[in-house]
């Protein structure tokens, strides 16, 4: 068996085939085993060609456009509504902020931010690696080229959302908690230790449901050191200070999030759950890879795996406590699963016999293919808008965010809303439909107020703006009859026609004036 660096060649990753297949296979592995610093070059610089298959996804579009907003005075959830806590937004500020001063595109700046957050964490996390004389060092440094793959090129949907690069930032606190488990664990500096606690910290300020990762990353230490002290260590008290002090920042500086968007999402939002989709889209994948780890698990000197494969089924819990079924919620589970069967392989024992090649490779397709698919407006419909409604204005009529705006920024258009979509007022149909079956008639006379208020809201936005594009969430055809049956709904869209039927939107195109008011008064 090939070595390098006393770790096994990534050439005989896993139980290959025999014949000429086997030795095309073992002829590039050796290579890349050889040269995994060019590789990461190679790979860093494909990705964001590769990259371009999906845009800006609708998240990130949304959080720049509110990024904007707030550059250009506007109040963020008085004049622009964010469902998130202020650190979704901060998170983008830095390079939104500084494309507004360089006169640049904020999307590609961000993409750029994005690579170096990435990119940060990584090295970070290696560093620490190393410094901790970690067994898996000299392993990871030649399977490089993949621990980075899962970063820049299998994210697809989820690249640049907070729990990618959340993600990201945790990998030197889960690096720190391995080396903090080893019996012979060398002392660290303080600030290593801080540094990391830290960087851990981004993804529980981002999205509090983490804060399980790290507490069970500190519980695998004190278990592994049969030392309950260890969940007192220096980087959990860094993260526990940074994320009450912006819990704290939340409550004095942003009341209005906790008085206002808070409890629409209580009612509205939180509720809805799609446990089914969970496990139709990604459970197959994540078992598969999740039952090659514990194979082993046992035959491997890995100090990181174990820490890996502990975070990653703690990060099941958010998932499941979200239930949205949308990719970029299981990313971190999956991502830290494949970086543990990626330590597996490489740093396993001589005499451990590794799976089939097909089975390993079954696992990772499976875990990646709900990342591949893309929203992305396709480039004859941004070419169509150009031609018939230049730098148009747009709307929406659905509660996903991801096709209406992305198309906005695309065709150098506007966004007219202070609302990403319309998950106020189709959640609050769904969930009134929902209680009047269960005969919960207090719950849907809220919520059929709630209701109003949106409809409301939204008709008198659509009237006091026109947009030249009104963008129709087709597959929400609950909401869509609902604003439909709205007689000044009916009257807006008598002044558009319809440009172009996709199979989730309708593109409309607006091509009457409104009437005068002395029209509309007799």
């Known amino acids: 068996m090939a070595r390098i660096d006393g770790c096994a060649g990534m050439s005989d990753v896993a139980a290959l085939p025999t014949g000429r297949t086997a030795e095309v296979l073992r002829r590039i592995g050796n290579w890349c085993a050889a040269n995994p610093l060019l590789l990461c070059a190679l790979i860093l610089l494909i990705a964001p060609f590769w990259q371009m298959r999906w845009g800006t996804v609708g998240d990130t579009a949304w959080l720049i456009h509110v990024c904007e907003q707030i550059l250009s005075g506007q109040r963020l959830y008085i004049d622009v ?11 983008y500020m830095p390079p939104v902020w500084l494309a507004s ?6 999307d590609v700046l961000t993409a750029a931010y994005s690579y170096a957050v990435v990119l940060f964490g990584l090295g970070f996390a290696a560093w620490i690696v190393r410094r901790g004389s970690l067994a898996d060092w000299a392993a990871l440094r030649v399977a490089s080229p993949l621990v980075l793959a899962l970063f820049v090129l299998m994210p697809g949907n989820a690249f640049s959302e907070r729990e990618h690069l959340g993600t990201a930032m945790l990998l030197p606190l889960l690096a720190l908690a ?13 600030w290593t230790a801080a540094g990391a606690g830290l960087c851990g910290s981004l993804i529980v300020i981002l999205k509090p449901h983490y804060g399980v990762v790290v507490i069970a990353c500190a519980a695998f230490v004190a278990w592994r050191r049969r030392d309950w002290r260890r969940i007192f260590d220096i980087e959990y008290w860094a993260a526990g200070t940074l994320s009450l002090a912006y819990a704290a920042t939340v409550v004095l500086a942003f009341p209005e999030f906790l008085s206002d968007i808070y409890p629409d999402l209580r009612d509205v939002y939180l509720p809805i759950r799609s446990y089914l989709p969970i496990l139709v889209n990604f459970a197959g994948g994540y078992v598969l890879a999740m039952a090659l780890c514990w194979r082993l698990l046992r035959g491997t000197h890995s100090d990181l795996a174990p820490l890996l494969v502990t975070a990653s089924l703690a990060g099941l819990l958010p998932v499941i406590i979200q239930a949205k079924a949308w990719p970029y919620h299981v990313y971190p589970a999956v991502t830290i699963v494949l970086l543990a069967l990626i330590c597996l392989v490489a740093m396993r024992r001589p005499a451990t016999r590794l799976p089939s090649w097909k089975l ?20 004859d419909l941004l070419a169509q808008i150009e031609r018939e409604a230049p730098r148009p204005s747009v709307a929406l009529i659905g509660s996903d965010l991801a096709f209406g705006l992305p198309l906005a920024r695309l065709a150098g258009g506007t966004w007219v809303s202070r609302n990403n979509a319309d998950w106020k007022g189709a959640g609050a149909l769904y969930m009134r439909s929902l209680a009047k079956a269960q005969g919960r008639d207090a719950e849907a006379r809220q919520l059929d107020a709630l209701l109003t208020v949106h409809v409301t809201e939204k008709l008198g936005e659509l009237e006091r703006t026109r947009p030249d594009l009104l963008v129709l969430q087709t597959e929400e055809g609950f909401w869509i009859d609902h604003m439909k049956a709205q007689p000044r709904f009916a009257a807006l869209l008598a002044e558009y026609e319809l440009m172009r039927a996709e199979k989730r939107y309708w593109i409309y195109r607006r091509v009457r004036p409104a009437p005068s008011p002395v029209a509309a008064s007799g």
């Not at 001063?101 to 904020?106: E, I, M, P, Q, T």
Request: aromatic letters at 8%; a positive charge.
């Open 81 to 91: 509504v964010e469902t998130n806590p202020p650190a979704s937004v901060m998170l």
């Open 101 to 106: 001063r360089l006169g640049v595109d904020a």
């Open 360 to 379: 390993v490779a079954v696992a990772v397709v499976a875990c990646w293919a709900p990342f591949f698919p893309t929203q992305k407006p396709p480039s």
């Open 178 to 190: 391995a080396w903090r488990a080893k019996p012979d664990a060398q002392t660290l500096r303080p």
